[in-house]
């Protein structure tokens, strides 16, 4: 049995890139590294040289993947690299990014971030007009649509080709002495410029940057495709802005590391932020408060500061059980969750406690963690969340599960409660979430707390979208 923590919400992939640097494979593999907890299940690089394309792929963590013999076969001074949690098509080596082909106009590798609501129908319309694709990602059809275009212009047949897809993308692409940056029209997901000496860095977060020494420039901007090659930068739009933006509020929420820029802002300032709010929201009587490490830290200790409630460590984190642990045996119980936190009893016993992570997906997790607190001697325990209650799921290339999953889509906060066997639970506000925000609220994609979605999804996502229409709540009820 592999340990997941399935409480959460799991990360979807990370892309980097850097064009101008003699050392490009090194910088992006430790760029890679800084995303890393956006996706564990596959990693690669692909450089470009006067030669053609130098790839090294596979499945597993970045360290898994790559050793300094591989590093030294990837020469050239533009390079692209992924990290994978696969929102789409099976973890297999053959799935593994960035992808790469050789087409008309040359050579191109793609890396992409996010989810396509409309691949499914591209991609068979494209196998009916006999095409071949060599992997189940959703981001092969772009390859697809950019082999096929009439076109003269690379740039035009990107542009037109973009136009077509439809969802949260934000891509890489290489050719052979350029790299491409791009990002969806809504902009779902982040992606950010910087610069390291002369050459130019791209990245899904800001925290890579600072591991290489480069700068953060700007973001790439939603609707623009970013050309850099030894000419320099220039930019172009392919999409007018939307009435409406959309970034993913649950990158601050969750995905993103605190030490990045996310949309150009602080990750850190907004979930400390978060933590105020739900402290000012909540009747909150405790002796201390604690996180739920990791994600649940910068917010708790907001929180503490506004409640003035002394904030402890009392659960830790064990970072080094990777992902393939397999259980010695089935009559262990909560084995898994023990094996990631220990409460520190000395901390807890006696004490009204306050426990404060950022969402509840399925409850599962927490229910254990809590047992282990109550056990530990806590007196009393107050479960606080720093967003409102997931009630939907994400199109947009987050792996939440489906709607009948999520506690808080079939459960009253009562009933939470009662599950998770807590003296109360209080989630932050709607209102409270976006308060805590410094962009305006119409820049964000909230879908999965109010199921309003800023892209329509079709065929592939029908039946989730029906059970979302209706109204009608499951009737299931955790025993
Ligand atoms: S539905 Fe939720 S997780 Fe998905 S993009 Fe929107 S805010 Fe992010």
């Known amino acids: 049995m592999y340990i997941r923590q399935e409480d959460k919400p799991r990360e979807e992939c990370g892309i980097a890139g850097i064009c ?3 050392e490009a ?3 992006v593999y430790l760029m890679l590294y800084a995303l890393q907890h956006r996706g564990q299940e596959g990693a690669g690089i692909i450089t470009s040289n ?3 394309f130098n790839a090294v792929r596979g499945t597993g963590l970045v360290a898994d993947v790559f050793d300094e013999n591989k590093l030294a076969t990837l020469f050239g001074s533009v390079a692209i690299g992924h990290v994978r949690y696969s929102t789409t098509g099976p973890s297999t080596e053959k799935n593994a990014q960035p992808l790469m082909v050789e087409y008309s106009r040359g050579n191109l590798a793609l890396a992409h971030n996010g989810n396509l609501v409309n691949a499914e129908k591209i991609r068979n319309t494209l196998v009916q007009e006999g095409s071949i694709f060599q992997t189940s990602a959703d981001s092969e059809v772009l390859i697809h649509l950019l082999a096929r275009s009439r076109e003269k212009e690379f740039l035009e047949a990107l542009s037109t080709s973009l136009l077509q897809m439809e969802g949260a993308y934000s891509v890489l692409l290489m050719n052979d002495d350029t790299l491409i940056a791009i990002r969806d029209p809504y902009g779902f997901r982040p992606l950010a410029l910087g610069k390291v000496g002369e050459a130019y860095v791209v990245a899904s977060e800001t925290c890579a940057f600072d591991l290489v020494g480069a700068e953060y420039v700007r973001d790439v901007e939603p609707g623009e495709i970013l050309l850099i090659n030894k000419k320099g930068l220039r930019s172009h739009r392919f999409a007018p802005k939307p009435k409406r933006q959309a970034h993913c509020i649950f990158e601050y929420i969750y995905f993103s590391r605190p030490d990045s820029l996310i949309f150009g802002h602080s990750c850190w300032e907004a979930r400390r932020r978060l933590g105020r709010m739900l402290a000012q929201e909540n009747e909150n009587p405790a002796d201390i408060v604690i996180p739920v490490p990791d994600s649940g830290v910068c917010t708790a200790i907001g929180f503490s500061q506004e409640a003035d409630i002394p904030f402890e460590m009392a659960l830790i984190r064990n970072h080094y059980i990777g992902r393939t642990f397999i ?3 089935q009559s262990i119980r909560d084995f898994g969750v023990k094996l990631k936190f220990n409460v520190v009893k000395e901390a807890v016993k006696g004490k009204r406690v306050i426990v404060i992570d950022d969402s509840l997906v399925r409850g599962t997790t927490a ?7 109550r056990q530990a001697g806590a007196k009393e325990i ?3 969340l720093s967003s409102p209650p997931v009630k939907y799921p994400c199109f947009y290339g987050m792996d939440f599960p489906t709607r009948k999953e999520l506690i808080a889509a079939t459960h009253s906060q009562e009933e939470i409660a009662k599950y998770l066997r807590v003296d109360s639970v209080a989630y932050l506000s709607h209102e409270g979430m976006l308060k805590a925000m410094v962009e305006d609220e119409n820049n964000f994609c909230c879908a999965c707390f109010n199921g309003d979605y800023p892209v329509d999804f079709n065929e592939r996502h029908e039946k989730s979208a029906r059970e ?6 499951d009737q299931q009820r955790i025993s």
């Open 20 to 22: 101008g640097q003699a």
């Open 25 to 27: 494979a090194n910088l």
């Open 50 to 52: 006067e030669l053609g």
């Open 327 to 329: 259980e010695p045996s």
């Open 367 to 373: 229910r254990k963690i809590i047992k282990m607190i």
């Open 382 to 384: 107050h479960m606080r």
């Open 468 to 473: 979302i229409v209706s109204k009608e709540m």
